[in-house]
């Protein structure tokens, strides 16, 4: 069974950054799509990024230009470098990994984007 970890939580400035890490254990990393969504209180868990396969990747348009998804294969672990960050990025942020019909979710990570 797939089981994904995410770390990275903290407590940030407005206009800081941030890496939030996923480790992936239970099956073949390299093959998964890994995503990362957010869930911000009183909201709907919204995509923020993906990572294919294959490396491509996509971006929610809010997050483009800010936030950079990325994954080390030999490591099994995904990441979100987030950039300039404000408080409407305040959310629990949750690692998704998806193969045909079968999807993996992690606990989540909060981040709090406050002075």
């Known amino acids: 069974q797939v089981q994904l970890v995410e770390s990275g939580a903290d407590l940030v400035q407005p206009g800081g950054s941030l890496t939030l890490s996923c480790s992936f254990s239970?099956?073949?990393?390299?093959?998964?799509?890994m995503k990362w969504y957010r869930q911000a209180p009183g909201k709907e868990r919204e995509l923020v990024a993906q990572?294919?396969?294959?490396?491509?990747?996509h971006y929610a348009h809010s997050m483009e230009g800010r936030f950079s998804i990325s994954r080390d294969n030999d490591k099994d672990t995904l990441y979100l470098q987030m950039n300039s960050l404000s408080p409407d990025d305040t959310a629990v942020y949750f690692c998704?990994?998806?193969?045909?019909?079968?999807?993996?979710w992690g606990q989540g990570t909060q981040v709090t984007v406050s002075s």
């Open positions: 998704n990994a998806q193969l045909g019909r079968f999807n993996f």
């Open positions: 239970g099956g073949t990393f390299s093959i998964f799509t």
């Open positions: 990572i294919a396969a294959d490396g491509t990747t």
